[in-house]
């Protein structure tokens, strides 16, 4: 599959209903914002990102592996796992 399956319904599917959660347009790479105005390839624009990478096993199609992401921040990491932070409480 020379396009990874990145152009179909269900990849679209997929992009719409990250798009529609309540953090759909928050970078999970480095929390800022994301202006709904900017279209790619603008660096600041919505791009999604796999949080496992496709090239370490991440599955393609399951919601849980996807979030949102500037394509800067997005492209920046490349296929690196994120470490997730866990907050704590304040002390």
């Given amino acids: 599959m020379g396009n990874n399956g ?3 319904h269900a990849y679209r599917k997929l992009i719409a209903a990250v798009k529609a959660r309540p953090d759909g347009w928050v970078c ?8 709904p105005g900017l ?8 791009s999604l ?3 496992v990478p496709l090239d370490h096993g991440g ?3 399951d919601p849980s592996n996807a979030a949102a992401a500037h394509l800067t921040c997005n492209s920046k990491h490349g296929n690196s796992i994120k470490k997730k932070i866990i907050a704590s409480q304040v002390w």
Avoid: M
């Fill in 6 to 8: 990145r152009t179909g």
């Fill in 28 to 35: 999970n790479r480095c929390g800022g914002s994301i202006d």
């Fill in 39 to 46: 279209r790619n390839p603008h660096p600041q624009s919505w």
């Fill in 49 to 51: 990102d796999h949080l």
């Fill in 59 to 61: 599955p393609l199609l």
